[in-house]
């Protein structure tokens, strides 16, 4: 970014210059500041390294597979195909995601379990019953969220999916852009219909989760 380069005389050192213009544009933290100016920087050619053009194509290509891996999902449900537990786990686990990334208050509760919860304990121990998540939900602007490794365990009504996952996002306005290592816990309930109960969610790199 040109204005961290114009203030890093003035400021001392660039890092000095990122936590200034952080603050001047009301930005999470300087970490955030870092790597938009790493990136212009490879897009600029100066610096080696994958281009905002390129990484827009991956993302795209993800996408399509992810919405492909969807599409097949509910196909095979129409046509009556049997789906393991893990099938169909793994395909609520993609449509509680696209209402996430849909921002639709309401296409969520088909996947919360009642007393549904998001636990972090990283960078702080919060809990944020289902109530308070689904408030928040309005303002949980998602601009790219990448899978980069997914398992999933059943047994009887109980199955884990963990995740390994990139996003970019702001919460409330707050950055929320980073890595997370996404641990949840689905019950099946009386209906046959896989609920998420609980979400361990830890970033390796965002800050602290903001709250309504």
Known sequence: ????????????SEWAAMTRVAELLGVGTPETVRKWVR???VDAGARPGTTSEESAEV???KRENAELKRANAILKAAAGWVMTDSEQ???????????????????????????????????AAVT???????????????HAYDIHAQTVDVTDDTAVVLTLASQEATVL?????????????????GNGRWKVWRRHSTPT????????
């Open 128 to 142: 944020m019953p289902r109530q308070e998540w689904v408030r928040v939900l309005d303002d949980y602007v998602v």
């Open 89 to 123: 786990v793994l395909a609520r686990a993609a449509g509680w995601q696209s209402a996430i990334e849909a921002r639709d208050a309401k296409g969520v509760g088909d996947f919360l379990h009642e007393d549904y919860a998001l636990v972090l304990v990283v960078p």
């Open 173 to 189: 306005g707050q950055d929320r852009s980073g890595r997370f290592v996404l641990s949840d816990t689905w019950l099946r309930d």
């Open 39 to 41: 990136q212009a920087q």
């Open 59 to 61: 993302r795209r290509l």
């Open 1 to 12: 970014m040109r204005m961290v380069g114009e203030i890093t005389g003035d400021q001392g």
């Open 205 to 212: 790199s965002a800050g602290a989760m903001p709250r309504g």
